[in-house]
């Protein structure tokens, strides 16, 4: 009863603070962190003890499957290089540095403990970072750099943990932790792979929506325990699976148990991700109790954490930096990877934050050693102050250092391009499948109804300001409406009882389903439209400049000479339609082609990326 009680509350407190977060624009889990804290001081809450391997096992598998179902194989891929760099190298130097710090500050401390604690405080928290910088809206590239390290660097630490709890217990060669950083990866990476296959072809031949949907929910632990019971790193094992899972759920048959699993797999993250910042903040009365009567005095061991809090901020630039820009010294790297920006690695090395995984690590230590207490207080510190320090100032830093994040109207124009390729693609196919027996009316609504999908993509670039509803908008709120009278005439028949229970459930269902649609379209728009920032300008319009612009012809090999110039990366080219000038786009880092209409006043560019042909007015904020 008192497991069900705390559990009710615990949800109920998630829900609470979360919805408050969104309303206020403030960090969730740094709220949630703040509201565990409150908490543990409160006679009335019992002590939480965190169990490590409920941690370790029962939270980290499915929180980091559900991340790396979400990330792009392909991003992932083309970042390998810096998420090795972060998730691996990073990892053991901050293992050996702040170990060597927590023994200069407490020779009393083995250093065989110390550089276990230098492990556990090493990886940034897989949930902290990338929430909080999606949350801000950082280049996507950045974000992606710091998913991949989050997915990864847990895998590295707990080897490193694992390494020196064996030369606390007794000695360990050097040749014994490289070989279990052999097995670890390796076995990891064969037990992902063959997860990930196994539950792909067992989930291609099961059509049932709720076994299927199962299966994707036991994914994590069918990759995680295999991969523990040969010693190998089933954190990277969970891992690979997510990845290859979510490269290959799109091309897998039967949409309704994708949805199913997306949606089931939504609630799943929140409730778990959420969880752990709650029960971060609720350790607090109690380690910090534990360390009242150690034999190293408490201002000294309070001092202590305050130092190993510092050397862990200031380590993560000492190697970000040079790990960005020494390799492209390289020939062969600068030529692959062009220099980011130094605002770039600024914000890496400030994405630091700490998360439940450090404090379960450190709760694995023997519980016979030494200042254990120490150790685990010094862990605790690390996350609150990371959490609160990086979590408040990372995005003020980002607006310091204008670091623009994706471009919406980029973003739009490329749903609008890609939409429009799809909806070609099955105009197409119905072409070829067009038999002369099948009735006219038929293939008319077809073709009328994938076309007003390709339209309504193209229409979410009106202007916020317009006050004219668009087709889709209207269609939309109008159909939302029949929908609710068709319901209430529903429900009303089944309190007649004219009909069978499930005759009224699966007309219910089906209104349910296309309800949804609506609602997620509705969200589409609504975000397209609102927050009074920069607009997006409306599809196939007309003015002045528009209509006089010239038709140059595009160069053969186009590319953005002041990229080349700069070093930088060019995302798309577009053409200047007055001058010829081409540049890159918003999306890039130097937005050039922006760039050179603020310079020169040329009103109209068009895009030469292959397959578009739409043009752009700056001036009037038109597309057309």
């Not at 623009?404 to 799809?422: H, I, K, T, V």
Request: charged share 20%.
């Amino acid at each position: 009863m008192h497991i069900a009680l705390g559990l009710l509350v615990i949800v109920a407190v998630v829900c609470a603070v979360s919805a408050l977060g969104r309303k206020l624009d403030l960090p969730v889990p740094l709220l949630l962190v703040l509201a565990g804290v409150a908490g543990s001081f409160l006679p009335f809450i019992p002590e939480v003890e965190l169990n490590p391997e409920l941690v370790l096992v029962g939270l980290l598998p499915p929180l980091l499957y559900a991340a790396a179902f979400r990330s792009s194989l392909f991003d992932f891929s083309s970042n390998i290089r810096s998420i090795g760099l972060l998730s691996v190298g990073y990892v053991v130097f901050g293992t050996i540095a702040v170990g060597f710090v927590v023994w200069w500050l407490f020779p009393e401390i083995p250093l065989a403990a110390a550089i276990a604690l230098g492990a556990v405080v090493a990886p940034p928290d897989a949930v902290a970072a990338t929430s909080i910088a999606r949350r801000v809206g950082m280049p996507r590239r950045i974000v992606s750099i710091l998913e991949g390290e989050s997915l990864v660097n847990d895998a590295t630490a707990l080897v490193c943990l694992r390494a020196a709890i064996a030369a606390i217990a007794g000695s360990v060669s050097a040749l014994e932790v490289a070989g279990g950083f052999l097995v670890a990866a390796g076995g990891g990476l064969a037990v992902g792979f063959a997860a990930a296959y196994v539950l792909t072809e067992v989930r291609k031949r099961v059509s049932n929506v709720a076994i299927n949907t199962s299966t994707s929910l036991m994914a994590p632990f069918v990759a995680y325990l295999p991969a523990e019971a040969i010693h190998a790193s089933g954190v990277l094992a969970v891992v690979v699976t997510g990845l290859v899972m979510g490269f290959k759920a799109p091309s897998m048959p039967n949409g309704a148990a994708r949805q199913s699993a997306r949606s089931n797999w939504d609630t799943v993250q929140f409730l778990l991700e959420n969880s752990v910042f709650l029960l971060i903040g609720l350790q607090v009365r109690a380690i910090v109790e534990g360390v009242q009567d150690d034999s190293l005095g408490a201002g000294r061991v309070w001092l202590g954490c305050a130092v190993i809090l510092l050397a862990v901020l200031l380590l993560r630039p000492v190697w970000v930096f040079p790990a960005t820009f020494l390799p492209r010294l390289v020939p062969s790297v600068r030529k692959a990877e062009p220099e980011p920006p130094w605002q770039a690695a600024a914000i890496v090395s400030w994405a630091g934050m700490r998360g439940v995984v450090t404090l379960a690590a450190v709760l694995t230590l023997p519980a016979d050693l030494e200042h254990r207490n120490v150790l685990v207080l010094a862990a605790l510190v690390v996350v609150g102050g990371t959490l609160v320090l990086q979590g408040f100032t990372l995005p003020v830093l980002v607006r310091l250092l204008a670091v623009q994040g994706p471009d919406r109207r980029e973003d739009a124009l490329n749903r609008a391009s890609l939409m429009q390729l799809a909806t070609d693609a099955g105009l197409g196919r119905l072409a070829e499948l067009r038999r002369d027996t099948d009735p006219p009316e038929v293939m008319d609504m077809l073709k009328r109804r994938t076309q007003e999908r390709g339209l309504a993509a193209w229409e979410r670039l009106g202007r916020p300001e317009s006050d004219a509803a668009t087709p889709s908008q209207g269609y939309a709120r109008l159909r939302m409406a029949m929908l609710d009278a068709e319901r209430t005439k529903v429900l009303d028949l089944r309190r007649g009882g004219q009909f069978a229970h499930e005759v009224i459930s699966e007309v219910l269902e089906r209104l349910d389903i296309e309800e949804s649609m609506l609602d997620a379209a509705l969200d589409e728009l609504d975000s397209s439209d609102g927050g009074g920032g920069e607009g997006i300008a409306r599809p196939g319009g007309i003015c002045g400049h528009l209509a006089a612009a010239a038709e140059p012809a595009v160069p053969p090999g186009a590319f953005c000479a002041a990229c080349r110039r700069e070093g930088t990366a060019t995302v798309h080219l577009r053409m200047c339609l007055e001058c010829g000038n081409v540049g890159c786009c918003d999306s890039s880092v130097g937005r050039h082609a922006s760039l050179h209409f603020h310079e020169t006043s040329h009103p109209v560019m068009r895009s030469i990326e292959p397959g578009e042909d739409w043009r752009w007015c700056y001036a009037d904020d038109l597309l057309g």
